[in-house]
C-alpha cells in the first residue's frame, strides 16, 4: 500500500517496436487500471540485454518506448514511469532472490525454451535467470496487482512462489501479487499464422501490425491477414483467423463478441478485415500524434525520466534494505 492505494507494477521491454498485441494485451489495461493503483511502469532495459542489443538502438527504442507508454494516456505525473537502469534495485534484489530459486524451476520456463531455440548462439545466464529479475522488479515495488499477457503468467507464478518462500524464512516481508489478464486481448494472434502470438520479433512483417504502422499499411495488413475458406465470421477455435480479427475487432472497439458477429452476419470476409483495420486506425492514430508531438519535447521527458527514477528509486530502497536486514547483511553506517 502506498498512500492507501494498492500498488500496481508492470513494464515492457524495449526490443523491437512494439505491435497491436503489446498495447491490446497489456498497455490498454494499464490505461484502465490506472487511476485506481499506484502504479509503476517500467521500461525494463535490463531485460533487453538478455538478448544481443546495438546500444545506440537499445538507447533510442527506450526513449520511444517511455514516451509511448505517456502517448498512450499514461500520466506521468500519477503514474511512476521509469527506466529500469536507473534503479539498481532492481539488479540487487534479482541477485538475493537468485540464490532462493531453483535450477528445476528456472528450466521448466517455456519462455527460456523458447528463447534459447531462437537465439542459439547465446544462451547466457541472464536469459535463463530472466524470471527472477521479473520477481525482483514486482517485489521490490510490493506490488498487489500485475497486469500481462497471458504469455506472462508462467513467470507470475514464479514470482509468488519466490515470495511465499522468502517469507516462510523470513516472516512477512513480499507482498504476494496477483496477475491481471483483460477479458479480451490477451493473446493477439499473428495475422499471417493465427496459431501464433503476435510478437515484435516475427520476421513476417505482415504478421504484426506495429503501433507506429501508418494507415495505409495497417489496412493492408488486414487485407493480407491469413482467414479460411469458411465463409462465416463465427467466433470459433475452428476458425482461428477469424477468431483473432474478432477478438481485435472487439478489444479496439469495446463491443462485445455477440454484438460483433451480429454485426457482421451475412457479410464477406473483405468488408469485415477492412472494418477491423479501420478500428485499429481510429485506436493507433491519436497516439501516433500524441507520441510524435511528445518526442519533440526533450526538455519535458527528461524531466519525467528524473523525476520518476528518484520516485521508483525511493520505494525500491525501502523494499530492499528491509531485505538486507533479513537476510544478514551488516547495517550501512551513516
Ligand atoms: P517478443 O515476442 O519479442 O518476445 P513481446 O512482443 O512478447 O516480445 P514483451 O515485451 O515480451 O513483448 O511483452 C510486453 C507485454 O505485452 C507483456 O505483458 C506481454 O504479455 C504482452 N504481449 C505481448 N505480445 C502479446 C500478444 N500477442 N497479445 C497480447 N499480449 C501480448
Ligand atoms: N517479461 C515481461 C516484461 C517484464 C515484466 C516485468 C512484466 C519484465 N519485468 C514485471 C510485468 C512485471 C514481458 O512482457 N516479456
Sequence with gaps: MIDGKKV?????QATGNLTLGNYLGALKNWLTLSDEYECFYSVVDLHSITVRQEPAELRKRARNLLTLYIAAGLDPKKNCIYYQSHVSGHAQLSWILNCFTYMGELNRMTQFKDKAAKHADNINAGLFTYPVL???????????????????????????????????????????PEPYVGK??????????PLKKMSKSDENPNASILLMDDEDTIIRKFKRAVTDSEACICYRDEQPGIKNLLDIYCTCTNKSTEEAVKEFQGKGYGEFKLAVGEA???????????????SKDKAYIDGIIKENADKAGYFANKTLRKVEKKVGFPERIR
Excluded: W
Design 8 to 12: 500496481l507494477f508492470s513494464g515492457m
Design 280 to 294: 485499429v486506425v481510429s485506436v493507433l492514430k491519436p497516439i501516433q500524434e500524441e507520441f510524435n508531438r511528445l
Design 184 to 193: 479480451t486481448g490477451a493473446k493477439i494472434m499473428s495475422l499471417q499464422d
Design 134 to 176: 521479473m520477481a525482483a522488479d514486482i517485489l521490490l515495488f510490493q506490488a498487489d496487482v500485475v497486469p500481462v499477457g497471458k504469455d506472462q503468467l508462467q513467470h507470475l507464478e514464479i514470482t509468488r512462489d519466490i515470495a511465499q518462500r522468502f517469507n516462510a524464512i523470513y516472516g512477512d516481508v513480499f507482498t504476494i
